[in-house]
Structures are given as structure tokens and as C-alpha cells.
């Protein structure tokens, strides 16, 4: 089962290609709320679950799966049951 915090990085990742705007560490730390050095790290780790390639920060199809199907989650702070989404 997915975190929260990993559950709203693949979501940020989603609308960033939905609205053809470039991703970098940088607009998705910015739009997560967080510092680039956890950005890396939450990259990372979606990266080795296969769910984003990290160099590209962009979504693998996996990870666009798992984005797509699971409740939407409008800010970090606000928590959602991610208890359906699981890691393809």
C-alpha cells in the first residue's frame, strides 16, 4: 500500500504532464510542499517501486495507473484512504 506522501507525489507528477509543463525536482518540491533533498528521496523511492523514473521525474504507466485511479488528494496536509492503492 502506498503513503499519503507518495500517493500525492504521483499525483503531482499526473498534473504537471496533464498541463504540458516541464517537470524538475525543483516545481515538484515546490508543488508538494517540501525540500528538494525529500523530493530526491520521495523520487527515489517511487523510482525502485517502479513507479516514476527518477532522471526524467516523470510517471512510469504503473505509476499513471495507480494516479489515476485513486482518490485525488488536493493538498499534502490533507489525508485520503489510500487503503485501494496499491502498487501496480
Known sequence: MLEHT?????Q????LARSDRPATSRSFS???GIS???AVRLLDELHAMGLVDADRVRLTL??????VSCPVV???SERTDASDCRAA
Open 36 to 38: 528538494r533533498l525529500e
Open 6 to 10: 507518495q500517493l500525492a507525489a504521483l
Open 30 to 32: 515546490d508543488l508538494l
Open 74 to 76: 488536493v493538498r499534502l
Open 12 to 15: 503531482v507528477l499526473y498534473q
Open 62 to 67: 504503473s505509476g499513471l495507473t495507480v494516479a
